[in-house]
Structures are given as C-alpha cells and as structure tokens.
C-alpha cells in the first residue's frame, strides 16, 4: 500500500510533543513491513532543514479566498529516516521557526492542506490511503470528498487520527471561502457549535477514526471540549490504537544521548552512573531518589499543581527526595517552579526551555517520572521512562491508564494515583521515597520487568495496517 501522511510535525524535522514522535516513527515501521509510506508537512525553517540536502519535487500555485499563492514541495533524496519525507513550503505562510502559536495559524494551516491536496491530485496515480493528524489536517478529508477541484481523489480512502482533542483549530464562518470550492449542501460537515471546526469536520468526514489509546477514546465520550456527543455519535468508526516507541532513537543501549549506556542486565550500575552525572551537571544530592517532570508546562499535563506540591514534597520529605524539572509553556508556572527551585537549591532545579538530549540523560538518570496529566491521551513520556527503567508515577487517566500497573497489583512496576491535585501526587512521591529507601529489592525487579515490557511500534503498525486493507 502507499500511505501518505499529512502532518503538522515529524521528528527530527519538527516536533514540539508526542504528535512529532508518532510520525517521525509510524511510517518507518509500515515502510520496513513493506509498505510505501510517505510524509508530507510543511517546510519550517528549522536547523534540520538547514542541515540536510534536498531536492525540487514539485512546484504549483492554488488560491485560498482571495489569496493566490505558489507552493514548492521539497524531498529528501536520501531516504534516511527510513521513509519518503517531503515539505511543502509556502513563502509568507510556512517559511517560519516556530511550528505553530501564530496569529495566522489557521490559514498557514489551511493553505498547507490546500497545497498538499493540489499536489497529490496531480499525481499519475491515486495514494491508497491518506492518514491525517490532528486539527491542522482535518480539513483533508473533507475537501478530498467535497470540494469539485479533488474530486478524483474522492475515493481515497481516509484515516484521522486524534493525538489530542483539546486542540480544534476552530475558525469563523467567514473563512469557509478559503476552502475550494466545495458542495454547499455539505456544510453541516464542518461545522460545530456555530463554527468551523477542523478537527471535527475530520472525525465526520474521514472514513475512519483513530485516537491514540482505548481509554482516551472512551473519555472523550465525557469530556472532549465541546466534542462529546460527536464522539457518542461517530463511535461506531473510531478505534483506539496504543503508540509505540522507536527503539532506534529510545533505546538506552544504543542512546548516544545518554552518559552511559545500560541494558537490561547492566541497568543498577548504568542509571547510577547517569544519575550521578545529571545530579552533578544540576548540583543535586546523588544518595537520594530523583523525581523529575519532562513536558509541556499547561493545564492538561496539571503542571500549575507543580509548584505547590513539589514545594510541600521538599518541605515534607526534607531531604529524602531531589527533583529536576524539564520543560516550558505558562509563563507563571515556569516563575513559580523557578522560585521554589531558589528556595531549594540543593534538592530541586529546573531547566526551563525544550532540549532533546537533556530529555533523554533525564529519562536515563532519574528514579521516578511524574505525570501527573489531566488529559493523557496516549503519552510517551511514561513509555520511554518504562524503557529507561524508571518508574512512572502516573494518574490514573487516558493512555497512562492503558500502560502502567501499580506497584500495588501483582507483577506491577508503576505508581498510580487518582486526582491532579497535590495532595494525591505527594502520597504517591511518598510511596515512591518509602520504595528506593526500604525495598530496593523490589525497585530492582520492577526495573526489570518494566524493561522487558514490549512497546515496538511493530505491534502497533499491524493494526494501523489491518484498519487499512479493510478500508
Ligand atoms: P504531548 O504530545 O501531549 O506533549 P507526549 O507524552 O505524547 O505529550 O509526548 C511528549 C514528547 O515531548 C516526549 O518525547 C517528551 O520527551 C518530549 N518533551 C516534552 N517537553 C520537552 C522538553 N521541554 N524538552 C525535551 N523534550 C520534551
């Protein structure tokens, strides 16, 4: 089969979360099951593009409302990434740093799924499935069916699939002539609550429907930010279909990230020698059980419950605990976990920014990962925490639930909690504390069992792939 996919991010070209993650991995694993797959996002300017080789694939011009614009669509002649990886560049629209959080987001966003329809439409032949991600190409399948300038690639098949429903790309009923185009009788297609909604109009319009973990496919149902009775209503074609991990890139044993690397068998002395090396770098205890936090700093993952319980955690647990936090976003929150790292200077520090490989000497030298996430759809964090033998103190929601099992059941390796609140993640850090001081036996054995635990995407690949053929 030949699968497209159309992005807003792609690691390593792009990626600001989980959603970068799954695409720069999903298609590398159909390719190495001897399919075609390809991915096609717009064309940031990024350090990755300024550091590779391309080459000219296609050029056009479309227009969107009143605005007429060319597009280039450029490939990595290499193929190094393990699949085909084309970006479509938009001179004014998506010649930009940063991936999103522009006043003109919803037409670079727009115009990006305008171009990439132009362009597979000229095309001699027909893809056999087109897979969008989220919001920012939601619109897809609906002008793929509906608008009269792609009506050859209306019996291509579609899949959507929602990384997170938080986010809806909502935009006013005045842009609807951006779209090309399309049957008016159709309208009701984009719309939600008075608007147009692209990530709705992708769950109506697309032929199926993905989220990224059973339970937060059933969540949804209940809370999906103004979406849920189109969840009831459409559950008939959604799916939930857990991520995997890309062992070539989280893999401690080959992670050229990390200080040291450790396998399963060498995994006590591996993450001592990494901890001691991140506990030195950010001027920590090295005796003591290390909790950090890797993110996004917002309401969804419960960063604002940070600063007090971590404060309250340093304040209870005097010196039984150090903390490091990675991670940006609300402007208050940074500030108020900045000040509780000043008050505590030699048990917590913070590194506010995005940095990759600090991510990964994290996830190698820490104890205990906290999620304490509000709305969790699927969530690598824990997974590569699990890879890296550390433990994931986790709430009980979305993919955190349908991958980690507490400490508490038999055979489990992680600590679960019910509330993001402070209260609830402070009993868990002390379950966490109360496990690396008295039973080290057993931190040990859920070390190992959470390493052997199976993440590969070739699991996850197969059911995208099975969902595929029977489209
Ligand atoms: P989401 O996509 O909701 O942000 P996920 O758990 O699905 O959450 O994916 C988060 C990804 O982003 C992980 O790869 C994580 O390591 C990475 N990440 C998040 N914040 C940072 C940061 N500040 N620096 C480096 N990596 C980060």
Redesign the pocket.
């Known amino acids: 089969m030949e699968i497209v996919h159309v992005s807003a991010e792609c690691y390593p070209m792009a ?1 600001s ?3 970068g ?1 799954v695409v720069g991995a999903l298609p590398k694993y159909q390719t190495q099951a001897k399919h075609y797959a390809k991915v096609v996002m717009p064309m940031y300017r990024t350090k990755y593009l300024y550091q590779n080789q391309w080459q000219v694939d296609a050029k056009g011009t479309v227009t969107m409302g009143e605005l007429f614009f060319e597009y280039t669509v450029i490939k990595d002649p290499t193929v190094k990434l393990g699949f085909d990886l084309y970006l479509v560049d938009i001179p004014g629209l998506l010649d930009r740093e940063q991936i999103y959080g522009y006043d003109d987001d919803t037409e670079r966003f727009t115009a990006f799924q305008i171009a990439v329809l132009d362009w597979i439409n000229q095309w001699q032949h027909l893809p056999d499935v087109v897979h969008c991600h989220d919001h920012h190409t939601g619109l897809v399948p609906f002008m793929m069916k509906h608008s009269y300038a792609f009506q050859k690639l209306s019996k291509v098949p579609t899949v959507f699939t929602i ?2 429903a938080q986010y809806q790309g909502w935009m006013g009923w005045n842009k609807s002539n951006y779209l090309p185009a399309w049957d008016s009788w159709k309208g009701g297609l984009l719309e939600w609550a008075g608007t147009i909604n692209p990530l709705a109009a992708g769950i109506k319009a697309a032929w199926k429907v993905t989220t990224v973990s059973w339970s937060y496919l059933e969540e949804l149902r209940n809370a999906a930010n103004g979406l849920e009775a189109l969840f009831e209503y459409e559950k008939g074609k959604c799916v939930g279909i857990l991520n995997g991990i890309d062992a070539d890139v989280w893999n401690p044993a080959e992670d050229s990230f990390i200080h040291q690397k450790y396998s399963l068998a060498t995994v006590k002395k591996g993450k001592k020698a990494n901890k001691d090396k991140l506990c030195e770098q950010f001027g920590l205890p090295k005796n003591l059980p290390l909790f950090v936090f ?3 700093l917002v309401g ?1 993952k419960a960063a604002d419950i940070l600063p007090d319980a971590l404060g309250r955690a340093l304040y209870y647990y005097k010196n039984q605990c150090s903390i490091l936090v ?3 976003g609300d402007k208050q929150v940074e500030l108020e976990l900045q000040q509780v790292a000043a008050a505590n200077t030699n048990h917590m520090n913070c590194y506010i ?4 490989a ?2 990964h000497q994290i996830y190698a030298g820490a104890d205990f990962l906290l999620m304490p996430s509000r709305v969790e ?5 824990q997974l ?1 925490a699990m890879a890296y033998g550390t433990v994931p103190v986790v709430r009980n929601t979305g993919g955190l639930r349908d991958t980690v099992k507490d400490m508490g059941d038999a055979g489990g390796w992680g600590i679960r909690f019910n509330n993001a609140t402070a209260d609830d993640l402070l009993h868990a850090m002390y379950r966490g504390i109360d496990l690396y001081q008295n039973h080290a036996t057993q931190l040990q054995n859920m070390r190992a069992t959470m390493m052997q635990i199976n993440h590969s995407w070739e699991n996850c690949v197969n059911e995208y792939l099975t969902m595929y053929e029977n489209l």
């Open positions: 990626k979360g989980g959603l993650d990384h997170n890797i993110g996004r969804e990675l991670g940006s920014g995005y940095n990759e600090l991510s759809p699927c969530g690598l964090n590569y």
